[in-house]
T-cell receptor, first 114, second 118 residues
Framework: AQTVTQSQPEMSVQEAETVTLSCTYD???????LFWYKQPPSRQMILVIR??????QNATENRFSVNFQKAAKSFSLKISDSQLGDAAMYFC???????????FGAGTRLTVKP | GAGVSQSPRYKVAKRGQDVALRCDPI?????LFWYQQALGQGPEFLTY????????KSGLPSDRFFAERPEGSVSTLKIQRTQQEDSAVYLC????????????????FGEGSRLTVL
């Protein structure tokens, strides 16, 4: 079974600073996708960033970037120049290429201090 | 519509009552998913539709849970004889593609329906 672990239930960052959210996953497969989703208090999940396991280059989306370590099964999210609007729950998710079952971690609540 | 719409946003049910939760996906989206999100947890997969066909219902926790999408657009998740452990937020998501393979688009989520069973 594939599991996703987020070991940081809560994180806090000062506005304009950088924060890294951790995620590890367990799988014996080699072809899969990894995602970070953001869930603001309104509860609508929004995709932040996506990484294909077969790509060695780490994905980046503006202030968001990942550190994908396939051998270590680690997929951390770095948020640079944190903004108040970044405050939310962040979920790491995993999905096999040929499976619709997307597995989510328990989430990390990010607080941004002004 | 512009996004995935779910109703009701909040539902309080007495134990033993039946409830129905509606999801209106983005127009033209082939795939539709239901997830259950308990308090403080990540979403858990319940079921998946491709158009009107329910291709995967392996995540439904019991036979009290039933989902349908008869015309390949709007979907309803029905929970019969609700129990307290059914209390959760039920999230619906849709995706343009018919199969989440290498050509996948992202999942678009609704705001969820919060069910509280007393």
């Amino acid at each position: 079974a594939q599991t996703v672990t987020q070991s940081q239930p809560e994180m806090s960052v000062q506005e304009a600073e950088t924060v890294t959210l951790s995620c590890t996953y367990d799988t014996s497969e080699s072809d899969y996708y990894l995602f970070w989703y953001k869930q603001p208090p309104s509860r609508q999940m929004i995709l932040v960033i996506r990484q294909e396991a077969y790509k060695q280059q780490n994905a980046t989306e503006n202030r968001f970037s990942v550190n994908f370590q396939k051998a270590a099964k680690s997929f951390s999210l770095k948020i640079s120049d944190s903004q108040l609007g970044d405050a939310a729950m962040y979920f790491c998710a995993y999905r096999l290429y040929n499976n619709n079952d997307m597995r989510f971690g328990a989430g990390t609540r990010l607080t941004v201090k002004p | 519509g512009a996004g995935v719409s779910q109703s009701p946003r909040y539902k309080v049910a007495k134990r033993g009552q039946d409830v129905a939760l509606r999801c209106d996906p983005i127009s033209g989206h082939v795939s539709l998913f239901w997830y259950q999100q308990a308090l403080g947890q990540g979403p858990e997969f319940l079921t998946y539709f491709q158009n009107e066909a329910q291709l995967d219902k392996s995540g439904l926790p019991s036979d009290r849970f039933f989902a349908e999408r008869p015309e390949g657009s709007v979907s309803t998740l029905k929970i019969q004889r609700t129990q307290q452990e059914d209390s959760a937020v039920y999230l619906c998501a849709s995706s343009l593609g018919g199969w989440l393979g290498r050509n996948t688009g992202e999942l678009f989520f609704g705001e969820g329906s919060r069910l509280t069973v007393l």
